[in-house]
């Protein structure tokens, strides 16, 4: 049983560039939420996604945009690169219909931007 | 004011030591809780729910008092391999959105 996967693992772009992250739900589950993690701080919602919409949005500028696919994978995009972007992303799934279930997160992308 | 707050540490403890981490959320709607445990470099797993009545498990004690807003996590016999950072955190609705802290972080030395 497959857990979250993300791709790629590691991703230096520059600034001002766009970049584009993907994540694979755990098997059975339908929700996907996006999580930005700055060095020596913890996860930070970005924004969660079912049914393919953008349900729920954390304090992020819309350089940051997401889409769900009908097989639940999702991706993360991220444009106009700035510095402070540099960060673990992280992506985490769970089932809708399973009331409070903890979140599964996948390994992260780790972006660099110089 | 952060949502979820922590001591950072770092709690360097030897082993066999208990130890415990303190953590306030400030959103008395929060639902749900968890803590999480993040080793260096690698994304965060489930450690433990957190519940109203206190949960065990193993070496692992949690309890959540809804009135302080304050959360715990004890660790009896710490191990090695507890070296890591525990992540306490707060669900804010039925959407899911979890608040974490910045996280604890436990040094276990021989």
């Known amino acids: 049983d497959a857990g979250v996967t993300q791709s790629p693992t590691h991703l230096i772009k520059t600034r001002g560039q766009q970049v584009t992250l993907r994540c694979s739900p755990k098997?059975?589950?339908?929700?996907v939420s996006w999580y930005q993690q700055a060095l020596g701080q913890g996860p930070q919602f970005i924004f969660q996604y079912y049914e393919e919409e953008e349900r729920q949005r954390g304090n992020f500028p819309d350089r940051f945009s997401g889409h769900q696919f009908p097989n639940y994978s999702s991706e993360l995009n991220v444009n106009a690169l700035l510095l402070g972007d540099s960060a673990l992303y992280l992506c985490?799934?769970?089932?809708?219909?399973?009331?409070?279930?903890?979140?599964?997160f996948g390994n992260g992308t780790r972006l660099t931007v110089t | 004011r952060k949502e979820v707050e922590q001591d950072p540490g770092p709690f360097n403890v030897p082993e066999g030591a208990t130890v415990a981490f303190n953590c306030t959320y400030s959103n008395s709607a929060s639902q749900s809780f968890f803590w999480y445990r993040q080793d260096c470099r690698k994304e965060p797993k489930l450690l433990m729910s957190v519940y109203s009545s206190g949960n065990e498990d193993g070496r692992f004690t949690a309890q959540l008092n809804r009135a302080s807003q304050y959360i715990s996590l004890l660790i009896r016999d710490s191990k090695l391999s507890d070296s890591a950072t525990y992540l306490c955190?707060?669900?804010?609705?039925?959407?899911?959105?979890?608040?974490f802290g910045s996280g604890t972080r436990l040094l276990v030395r021989p």
């Open positions: 098997s059975g589950h339908d929700t």
């Open positions: 985490a799934s769970r089932n809708r219909d399973r009331g409070n279930s903890p979140l599964h």
């Open positions: 955190v707060a669900g804010m609705d039925s959407s899911y959105k979890l608040i």
